[in-house]
């Protein structure tokens, strides 16, 4: 256990929307060094826009039903408006959705996912459950930095470009 304190502490602290921060491919390789593998094995399933309600034991499964009942409460929230009735919000703040553009409104909903695991963050400095928020927490930094005009452009950039090389390879392979 001494190494996960170790690990932690060598990671850069990570603010709302402030960059620069570790990549999640460098990240992921620096805790595959770290922790025992059962851990990393772990690490690896806790994915921020997970869908699906499954059982996972620790902080992941408390954020599984966090996130369950986040996009419920939209579904129910989008289904009155579709209908033309108002909606009475009972698991999260009604501003979070109701002010500002589509934009403002996916920054919102991912500054609550944000504030919502930092308070889940007592008591966990270098355990298993550090590792899993942090991230978490880093999944949202890049899922925000992809809404920045220059950043979604590099993003996009890429992924044409990866697109174009698969493209191209399966082109080779059928040839």
């Known amino acids: 256990m001494d190494k996960y304190i170790y690990f932690a502490a060598e990671l850069p602290m990570l603010k709302w929307s402030e960059a620069p921060f570790i990549s999640l491919s460098a ?11 059962s851990d990393f094995r772990r690490l690896i399933h806790a994915v921020l826009f997970h869908y699906d309600l499954q059982k996972f034991a620790g902080i992941y499964g408390k954020y599984l039903c966090f996130e369950h009942a986040l996009r419920k409460e939209l579904a129910a929230y989008r289904k009155s408006r579709k209908e033309g009735f108002e909606h009475r ?3 999260i703040p009604p501003q979070l959705v109701r002010e500002g553009n589509p934009l403002d409104v996916e920054k919102n909903l991912l500054r ?19 590792f899993i928020l942090y991230y978490l927490k880093l999944q949202i930094l890049h899922q925000l930095a992809v809404y920045e005009e220059e950043a979604g452009r590099k993003a996009f950039r890429a992924l044409v470009e990866q697109s174009k090389e698969t493209n191209s390879e399966n082109a080779e392979k059928s040839a």
């Open 27 to 37: 990240f992921l390789e620096e805790a595959r060094k770290w922790l025992s593998e």
């Open 89 to 91: 919000f009972r698991d």
């Open 112 to 130: 609550y996912r944000w504030n919502w695991l930092e308070d889940q963050e007592f008591g966990h400095y270098s355990d298993p459950d550090f």
